[in-house]
Every structure is written in C-alpha cells, then in structure tokens.
C-alpha cells in the first residue's frame, strides 16, 4: 500500500472548535460531547469513571491538534531524531500533566466546577501506567517530559506490558502481590497503529545464500515469528506546540488462528499460537537492580528493540533518507543494557537485510548509539548464557562473535598480547560457563558511554568499566540525572508552585534555575510564614491519606521524615528502623523525654523473590505495630507504612516531606532521583556522599545538609582492613538494644525466629555496613532534631534548599545530553505554520 505523503495544508483546525478550544465553555460542552458520543453515557447515568474518560477524550483532542501538526513538521523537515530505547517507561498519569502543560489547568477546574463536579476526584480515577520498576524508568519518563518541553524531535520506544509493575498490599505486616491490570477500563492515550506493525523472528538456524549480484549473504530462517504493534501515545511539552511520541509495542501472533488445527478438531491448539505469541508483552520484570537469566525476558528485549529499529529504517525509507545516513537521521540512547542487543540488530538489519558491508555498517552503528549506564551492583549486569543466546538469537551470536574478534585484535594492537586484559573485555564471559556481556556489546557499540551522577561516572572508570575506560577514554563522560519540575512541583505541589510565581514569576517552571530569585526571600517572615503554612497543609493532607490507608494517626505538627523508594539492603532503610527503634527506646526509658515528634513514613515494593527485602518491610510493620499502640510513647513518635508506593501515590508525598532520607551505603546508589523531588519541595536531607546527594548538597550548601557516614574510600579501605560488624555491636549498648529486642521477638510477640535471617546477616556478614554507619546516623538525626526546634533556622534552610535545585531539573540534563551526546537541535512546531505549510 502507497502511504500518502503528509501534507502540511491537510492538518491543523482553523478556528476554535469543539476538539481545539480552551475557553471554560468550550470545555464544558465538548467534555458532555465526549460523555453522550464516546462513553455512551448522559449525566444520570455517568460513572465517575466515564466522567475521568470524557474529560481525558477532551483533552486528547486537544493533543492530537498539536500531536498531528508535530509529525508533520518533523516529516517536511526530516528532522534529526533522538530515539530513547528504554524497557521502561514509568509515565504515571498522564491527564494532570497534559493539563498543566496544555496551560488549561485551571480552565478545567472551573468547568467541572461549574458542571458540580471535582477535578480531583476524575484525576484520582485515573490508572497510571506501571511501566517500570523505579528510577530507572521513572528517569525515561522524565526525560520524555523535557524532551517535548525543550521542542527537540524524539520517539520514546519501549514495551506496552499488559500488566506493569504489580499493585503491592500489605497482609499482616507481609507484602503481597496483586496483578496490576491498568487496561482493564481502557486506555484514552493509546492510539493503536496496526498498519506500522513489523514482524520479529526468534530461534531457528542460519543458512548462507547468493544474493542477485552472486554475492554470498547470510539468511535467517527463524523458529517462529511475532507480531509487533505499535501502541502511540502523545507526549506533550510544557506550554509549547511539540508533541512527541511514546512508542509501545505489543507482541501478537502473525496469524491469530490456525484453521489446520482447528480442522483437525484442535479447537484449543488453534488459539495456541496466539496464546504463546502474546505472553511476550504480558508482563513488566518487577526486579529492580538484579537481572534474572530469564529467557522471556531476552525475548522482550529483542523483540522491542527490533521493533524499534525496523520501524526507524521504515521512516528514513519513507522520508527517502539513504541508510548510510541512518546516525544522521537518529540519535539512539540505550537506556542501560536492556536494549543493548540493539548493536548487533542494527548491524543485522544492515548486512542482511540491506545488503551493506561490514566496515560501513559497523562505522554507523557505533555513530548511531549511546549508552547510559545505571548501577554498579554486580547482581545488575545482564549476561546470557550462549546456550540460550544461540538458540534465540543464532544469527546475532555470529555476529556478536565478529564484533568481538575485531575489537579485540585492536585491543591487541594497543596493549600487546595482555591475556587477562583480553579476557576482561572480551564479550564474552568464559570464567564460569559461557556468557554474553550486554555492558560489553553497548560499550563497544556506542560513541558515547555515561554514568547518572559526577561520582558514579568516575567509579565507572576505575572500577566496573575501567579497562574500557582505559581502551577509549573518549567515550566516557557524566550526565547528572534530573526530574521534571513540571509534574515533580507544579503538579504535585500547586501552593508552592503559586507562592514561587507570585513572587518571581513563572520562568522557573522552564527555566528552573532561576527559582535561585527566591533566595531573596529566605528570610522574610511573612514569605516564611507563608511557606509553612504551605507545608503544613501538604501534611495535613498526607496525614489524612495515611489515616485512609493505613488507620494510623499522626501529627501534621511532626517532623515528617520519609524515606519511599524501592526496598533494597543497599538503601538501607533498616538503618532508617535502627533510628526509631532508637528513639523508642529512649522515651522508654525516660518517659518524660522532651524530643522532637517525629512520624517515620516509609513506602516502597519489594521485588517478589527478594526474601531480606520483604522481610524488611516485615520488620518496619512490626516495630511500627508496638510504637504506635504504646501509650507511652504518644505523639511524640509514629512509624507508618504506606502499601502500593507508584508515581500517582508519591505525588502527595514530596511535598509534605521535612526530611529526605538518603542514607545508602557510599559508592552503592548510581544518583537517585527522589532526593531531587524532596529537595526541590524544601525538604531537608539526611545523607550519606553517595550518588547525587553529593552535588545536591554542593548546590544547597553543605551548611544546609545534614551529613554523615563512611565515604566510598572509607567502605573500600574498612572492607580491606577486615570489617568486624559485631564488635560495634558490642560496643555501642543503644545499637545492642536494638539488634537484641530485634532477636529475641521484641517486636514480633515473641517470635525469635522471624527476624533472624536479618540479624544474623547485620552481625555477620554486614555487606552495606549498617553497623559502622548507626552511630553517626543516630548522631546526625539528633542534629536534625535540635535544628527542627529552630523553626526560622529550619524554614530558612528549606527555603534554600529549593532555591538552589535549579540544576536538577530534567531539562538541564537533557540539554546536556543533547549537547554532549545526541547533538541535536529544537525543531519548534508552529500550528498557524503547518496549518498553511508556509513554516
Ligand atoms: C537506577 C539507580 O539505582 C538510581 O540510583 C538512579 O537514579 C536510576 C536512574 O538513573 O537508575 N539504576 C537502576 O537499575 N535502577 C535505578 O533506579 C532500577
């Protein structure tokens, strides 16, 4: 089928309508539109639900105008193109955001207002897309954010799982998995695009062939073939016409049902094929930082990276680019190696299938791609074995084989026959059985390597990427991550957001480093007064969820110290339990102790198959069990979990924080991104110089960041030396009280045996230090007290905090990126322009 060229004079509206205008209104009528024709539904009989709908359709249509007119424009101009190839993308809703950069946020409001409904309410109706774990996939989010914002062409690809990360309870202090089915009232954002559906191979044998010109090519006959749909949604910037896409794809079978079988009286053998080929996008990995040997999970990566990758060459054939332009057309970021199978597809794609010669193929490739790495954990980096690799991928094992003979004689070349040298660059793995290394293949196949924080950027070259670092020392360079201010404070905290516009004006939003103006004011009362109050009413309001979910009440008049991101040991949040079991004690002991209240929030999932991780939050419900119900104790301590911790449930949460905790082990959190939200919402950190909680505290200024613990030197040279856990056990008697009512069933009626597996690796083993770090935690947070107890000292630092954050807006990391690594310019959309095809 001839696809028809898209001509800038057929798209875009002339007037205001029904499906473009943003007067109250207008909104209104084309909301009840949407209610009668898309949902079916008159007022008396509408859902909540079919009132979210309508008003997401509504704002849809807003999109597509510009949505439309985008596409347009980067098709006349054959814009260059950033494609960011991310296995998640952690999206969260998108109706709240697309109305805050529609700039109709408040025109909405007063609409369903006038219309005796709650905006809150439908926004509350919406199902976020779980696509991710967290910050991994949060980032992509993020930076598809500012990518629209900062007008520059993109197409996120990814995976369109049919169940994201699952929905977490919390049954008798355990938590519990519940499939998290987010399509199961459909999807307003989606737009299924069937006719750019491409086909994927798996398994099966190589053969050799002679191609027209009699010259030999390798062919693929595969095993089986799947379907890939893509699934587009809009992606739209802040205050600006450019809508990029956020590609999806969904795995099918070619041919849904097999008629032989179904003749042959196998009625369910004739859906089999369907049923298998769909397995495919079912579900999301929920394995934060560890990778599982999985073959299905080869399978995602492979199948939406080759999606991706066909439907690129299918835009250049279409914009009739040549394929030796194909780095110049596209900028490819692989977000960490998940997509890192990336290289030896494109190479695929370009020798077998379009005919082209090693040498100019490889020379794309690597001008074609970009790799972000994301964490140092050892448990992290993927390899597969070649018993699975070659019996998916048989074709792109020869030519991972070929890619590594040639980079290694160049290894040869510049340092001389250095066997163990070779050995450790090798892309393959021969230690211990036989593996491919993706951290390898993306190293060698991109022009540009990057860690996510200045201090993991430089442990990435002395330590899990060095003898690469030292092969090409060019490639390697530091993006500092960064989180949209967009959803992260506009949205989340709208109070603030007004208190910052009333007194500096709005620029901020896009130019974040110029909420610096606000410095001016961190001493004013009547600013800091009105800052308080903002806060308090975050609390307030964060009490009231917390007494929603989990029947606990606490004092919005507290220090509110929260710690929510995944449960992991390197994050230590039982450290964090260490601190209130601590301060348990001490009013215990002295029931009329004077400290300052404080409510220990915690959220977070656990990877299914992580024993100590669950057990962790186990523990935190248990110690939260007896604090809470101890009469003794009162307001002055509350412990809180909250279950199901994802983007939409975050949101209240930043805002209300007074402390930020971010307390991993040196050296072992890559950058973090939730102690950018905290501290952009004037919460206060507690921290370890890990990730970017160092360049954070620069920024802020070390006089308003509470610090403490081991450096990274300080864990590497005490690992050398011979760490001794239990001999600071022994000699510190608050940390002994504490492991000691943890062991003998203090918390858990008795029970001695459930926190053992925990203690006994505290006191033994220690891998991530806690016992080395309790005393100058405790120390610090005591630090932390007395400063709260100064309420102009503790506003003035709040105040600044979020002052000095400009830098950690997504928006500077993405022009970074573009400037260092993608080079690639803002292609602003005009509607007026594309409308008369005269821009
Ligand atoms: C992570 C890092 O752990 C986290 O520190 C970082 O902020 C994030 C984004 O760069 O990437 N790496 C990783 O595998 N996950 C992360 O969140 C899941």
Redesign the pocket.
Known sequence: IQEPQLQGQDVGMQCEDDRTGIGVETLKRAFLDNLFYVQGKFPALATKHDYYMALAYTVRDRLLQRWVNTAAIYTQEGSRTVAYLSA?FLMGPHLGNNLINLGIYNQVQQAMTELKLDLKELLAKEEEPGLG???????AACYLDSLASLEIPTLGYGIRYEFGIFDQIIRNGWQVEKTDKWLRYGNPWEIARPEWAVSVKFGGRTEAHKNAQGRYQVRWVPHKVVLGIPYDTPILGYKVNTANTLRLWKAEAPESFDFEAFNRGNYYGAVDQKVTSENLTKVLYPN??TYEGKQLRLEQQYFFVSCALQDMLRIMLRQKLPLEQFHEKFAVQLN?THPAIAVAELMRLLLDEHEMDWEPAWEITQKTFGY?N??L?PE?LEKWSLKLFSSLLPRHLEIIYEINWRFLEQVRHKFGTDEGRIGRLSLIDENDGKFVRMAHLACVGSHRING??EL?SELLKKTTLLDFYEFFPEKFTNVT?GVTPRRWIVLSNPKLANLITSCIGDSWIKHLEDVQQIETFAQDPGFQKEWQQIKRENKVNVASILLDRTGVKVDPDSLFDIQVK?IHQYKRQHLNILHAITLYNQIKQNPNLDITPRTLIFAGKAAPGYYIAKLIIKLIDSVADVVNKDPDIGDRLKVVFLPDYNVKNSQPIYPAADLSEQISTAGK?????GNMKFAMNGALTIGTLD??NIEIRNAVGAENFFLFGLTTEDVGALRLTGYRPWEYYEANPQLKQAIDQIASGYFSHGDRRLFKPLVDLLLDKDPFMLMADYQPYIDCQQQVSQTYRDRDRWLQMSILNTARMGKFSSDRAIREYCQQIWKVKPVPVQLAAAKTGDG
């Open positions: 998640e774990n967290g910050g991994l996939g949060r980032l934060d930082e960490d972000t994301h964490t954990l992290a996510v924080a993991h991550n995944r959190e890559a950058s973090g991104t990730g970017a």
